[in-house]
């Protein structure tokens, strides 16, 4: 029996004991994320693991099985994100107990067990607790009557909406029979059973799956029978140990003591407390990220972000404004990591990811929410309580402001968003997106092809691994030209060319018919439909044509395949099992791989992993292909890797280099022996968003078009220095391309030291580049000083000669008069020198620089202190002559003006005008 005062912990565990007890097999938990479902965003109930077995296209070597299965209910048809906060018994993350049987046995054991458990193990009060039912089914009703001693009036029957159980819009379903908990202090009514009454909740759902949904909704009779039951396993923890909520079980109290702890905030126990929801969100969150989900901007990594930053929204009604999620990571992981393994390994990860996604939100939910008041302040007085469209479009496309977080920030002003407009608005914004790149609408669009009747009947093919390298020769059953375009679309009856797949790009080269003519391939799509460019709009029609595959690019893309794969297990072996392929690119140029990790991918880690890389291409390992594989026998292959997100059918393909190395599901096209692919070298390494990472690499004759851009780099440094500096490069620079040209690319160790050469070169050069760079400013220096003192003796000995009236001299020069050219350096230079060299006198000195007028006006010191003469008021007015201005010290001032043509006239003027003023 257990008490009130029991654990989460014994009460999963008696759930688990009980049923094994009975027979059944305890079965660990799926991932809460669905890698080998589509049809959902998460697992969103303990049956999903077992659908093939509902469905009838799988099995297992137990017929009966119980666990406690790690749940997702915030996307798709099963959504609680938007009741988390408002009551005490919704979660968006959860446990589900559960025990299946597989065509064993039926309604009767599954009642019976269910009462048992319950009110035998646990004791709960049989008054308390309520039965209902499907409509129809007086089976499940009679058992009910005479496998439990239920008070009969507390059997209720229902329609589809609460007691027809399906998993999504097709697939297993049936009928099912709830069990309902009374905590009411005054006594539940029939009428308050499945009203949404927090003191009245449902606790165990028992599925009969009897039925298989199709996609036009009809019901098919399932080949057999299968009981399949789920406990919310937080809110059977509440009910034993009579809490308010399920907030107030140990469950979550650990991560609300921690919230309080952070934000200096009390809790209230109060279901619509935001700490509640914080608290649900964060388990949500650790669970999925632990499973190898990340928020992103689609699918499910979307649903996450959302969680995420519907959670630091919350903060913020807690005067908390700082990263808050990743700070309770920690207590998730100490609370379960017990029970799921996995939070406990990816704990410093999760919380990495998480507080990267809290920093670069809380930006954007500060400014969007300054955006949101300041909208919000205009229409506030609005009857018609509508938050604009248009607004709600800015913040999304200028802010990166969710249109969802407005929604839900706008209702809580009891506004709601003109989601009509808002839609126009992204329309318009997709159209103009659309328009800039036509062409590849247009080969988007062609992707709606599909087979008609007539082409299946001529049985075409698609094998692109086994091509003659002069062309395969075959027929042309259809040409289609897309509308407005050069473009034809070819169906062959048998298609040599990759139609592009799994990041590897498509096959291109020529289709040559029987006369000679030629056209390019430019693209391969659906597996039979080729691309070609017909300019001349020739009539294409001949029954026999070649298709010639280019097959020196099909080379490069296959060893930068290859390399792919070897690059996704050095990266996990180096940088941790986190990493997983987000997606890539494979071309004949080189290769692209993204994948989670939050630090920069440092210069050793680099080495480490280009030579782990490097060390299996120089092992010559043959690269096996294993096709046509069921796929439940290629998932049982350890450590085998698929990308996340892509679907499969019934049969795959494995792609094997080395069988401790790497193993991945792959319909790509590979090189034979891992020596095919010559050195392998990272060319770049960043970050594209949050938490996620990139890397470029090259291989094989990729490496020989970096060596040749290495080669015209340092041309180009040399071509900028004096051959006293760069003789020894030249002629060393000449014997490299020599051999360089001559070695074979695939000799690792060649190509290594070749690339390790042009980057020491380069660095070299480099550094006599600098030396170079600073010889000459010092030489110019040299020469500048010298030009300077010139140019002071001559303007000393004009000075001298210059009018001088009661013994005080007057100048005004155009400084090219004297010099052709005077940089801006040497002539400020020069007004400086002007206050010393004149013991007794003033001086206007102009230059003309790029068609502007540069003045400098300097005045001796005893002339300003005996006449309060003042140069920068001398200088303002004349400046302003020549259409400009400025201004400075009494003894030192400089301007600008726009007119050359007014200059010597100007100067003429201030010479004169000082003569008279001084008389």
């Known amino acids: 029996m257990l008490s009130s005062k029991n654990s989460s912990y014994d009460i999963r565990n008696s759930f688990l004991k009980f049923f094994e007890e009975k027979g059944h097999t305890i079965v660990p938990s799926s991932s809460v994320v669905p890698y080998e479902d589509q049809t959902l965003l998460f697992s969103n109930a303990g049956m999903n693991q077992f659908k093939d077995v509902f469905l009838g296209i799988g099995s297992r070597e137990y017929t009966r099985a119980a666990d406690t299965q790690k749940c997702i209910r915030a996307g798709g048809k099963h959504n609680d994100l938007e009741e988390v906060g408002i009551d005490g018994y919704h979660h968006t993350f959860f446990e589900m107990l559960g025990n299946w049987s597989f065509g064993d ?56 909406k609460d007691n027809f159980w399906e998993m999504g819009d097709t697939g297993p379903c049936g009928p099912c029979s709830e069990i309902h908990f009374d905590s009411s202090e005054n006594g539940c009514k029939p009428e308050h059973v499945n009203a949404g009454r927090e003191d009245v909740i449902e606790i165990w759902n028992l599925v009969f799956i009897q039925y298989n949904r199709d996609q036009q909704g009809k019901l098919h009779p399932l080949p057999k029978k299968h009981v399949d039951t789920g406990m919310g396993f937080e809110r059977i923890v509440r009910v034993i140990n009579n809490a308010k909520s399920n907030y107030e079980t140990d469950l979550f109290r650990p991560i609300i003591k921690k919230i309080e702890e952070i934000t200096e905030r009390k809790y209230e126990g109060d279901n619509i407390s935001p700490m509640n929801a914080i608290a649900d969100h964060i388990r949500a969150l650790t669970f999925a990220i632990s499973d190898g989900a990340n928020p992103s901007n689609e699918g499910r990594g979307y649903v996450l972000r959302r969680i995420l930053r519907r959670a630091l929204r919350l903060a913020r009604k807690l005067d ?26 990816k704990q410093e990860y999760v919380k990495e990811l998480i507080m990267g996604e809290e920093v670069s939100f809380n930006v954007t939910l500060d400014r969007g929410l300054e955006h949101f008041n300041y ?202 099992n ?15 791989f993204d994948f989670p990790h939050f630090t920069k991918v440092d210069t050793e880690q680099v080495a480490e992993i280009e030579n782990m890389i490097n060390s299996k291409i120089l092992d010559n390992i043959s690269v096996q292909t294993l096709s046509d594989m069921d796929i439940n026998e290629a998932n049982n292959i350890p450590h085998v890797k698929k990308f996340f997100g892509d679907k499969y059918g019934s049969l795959v393909r494995i792609v094997i280099i080395d069988e401790k190395f790497s193993i ?76 360089f040209h001559a070695a074979d690319f695939r000799d690792v160790t060649m190509m290594k030291l070749m690339l390790e050469h042009q980057d020491n070169t380069t660095k070299s050069l480099l550094e006599l580049r600098e030396k170079y760079i600073q010889d000459k400013k010092l030489a110019e220096k040299k020469l500048s000083k010298h030009n300077l003192e010139k140019l002071i003796s001559e303007v000393t000995t004009l000075i001298e000669k210059s009018p001088k009236i009661n013994g005080i001299s007057v100048l005004s020069l155009r400084i090219d008069t004297v010099k052709s050219s005077v940089s801006p350096d040497e002539f400020r230079e020069l007004g400086e020198k002007m206050r010393w060299i004149m013991k007794n006198g003033i001086a206007l000195l102009a230059a003309v620089t790029e068609d ?36 400075g010290r009494p003894n030192l001032a400089t301007a600008g003006g726009k007119d050359i043509t007014k200059l010597d006239e100007v100067l003429a003027q201030f010479t004169a005008d000082l003569i008279k003023q001084l008389e």
């Open 105 to 160: 046995y039926y309604k009767k054991e599954a009642i019976k067990w269910a009462w048992e458990l319950l009110t035998d193990v646990w004791k709960l009060p049989k008054d308390k607790l309520w039965a209902t039912v499907y409509r129809t089914d007086e089976e499940a009703l009679n058992f009910w009557e005479s496998e439990t001693d239920i008070d009969r009036l507390h059997i209720l029957k229902f329609d589809e």
């Open 320 to 345: 908390y404004t700082l990263p808050l999620m990743y700070q309770l990571v920690d207590v998730v992981a100490a609370n379960f990591g017990n029970v799921f393994p996995e939070l406990l390994e």
């Open 578 to 592: 986190h990493v997983k392929q987000m997606g890539s690119l494979v071309s004949d140029e080189y290769l692209r």
């Open 375 to 576: 909208v919000y302040k205009s229409i506030k007085d609005n009857d018609n309580k509508i938050f604009p469209g248009t607004a709600a479009f800015k913040l999304y496309d200028t802010y990166g402001f969710p249109v969802d977080l407005t929604q839900v920030i706008a209702s809580e002003y009891g506004f709601t968003v003109d989601m009509k407009v808002f839609e126009e608005e992204m329309k318009k914004q997709k159209d103009r997106a659309r328009a800039a790149r036509k062409e590849d609408i247009i080969l988007a669009d062609t992707k709606m092809f599909e087979l008609d009747d007539n082409l299946r009947s001529e049985k075409p093919k698609y094998n692109p691994y086994q091509i003659p390298e002069k062309g395969l020769k075959t027929s042309l059953l259809q040409v289609k030209r897309i509308a407005g375009s050069d473009i034809e679309v070819l169906v062959l009856k048998d298609n040599p060319f990759y139609c592009e797949s799994g990041g590897q790009v498509s096959d291109t080269g020529k289709i040559v018919f029987a006369d000679g003519y030629s056209l390019d391939v430019i693209d391969s799509k659906n597996n039979y439909f080729v691309y070609v460019k017909n300019n001349d709009h020739k009539n294409l029609f001949h029954k026999d044509i070649k298709a010639v595959v280019d097959y020196k690019r099909r080379r490069a893309i296959q060893r930068n395949h290859s390399a792919t794969h070897l690059l996704h297990e050095a990266l996990r072996q180096v940088l941790g």
């Open 852 to 887: 502007k007028v540069n003045l400098i006006c300097a005045v001796s010191d005893n002339l300003v202190k005996e006449k309060s003469i003042s140069a920068g008021k001398l200088i303002s007015v004349y400046a302003k002559l020549l259409g400009g201005g400025g201004g």
């Open 664 to 739: 991945e599901f792959c319909g790509g096209t590979h090189v034979d022996t891992t020596s095919d692919i010559g050195l392998f070298k990272i060319v770049k390494e960043e970050s594209i968003s949050s938490g996620v990472r990139r890397i470029f690499a090259k291989t094989g004759e990729g490496i020989i078009n970096l060596i040749d851009d290495k080669i015209n780099n340092i041309e180009n440094i040399i071509s900028g220095l004096p051959d006293k500096y760069s003789n020894n490069f030249r002629a060393g620079l000449e014997e490299f391309r020599k051999g």
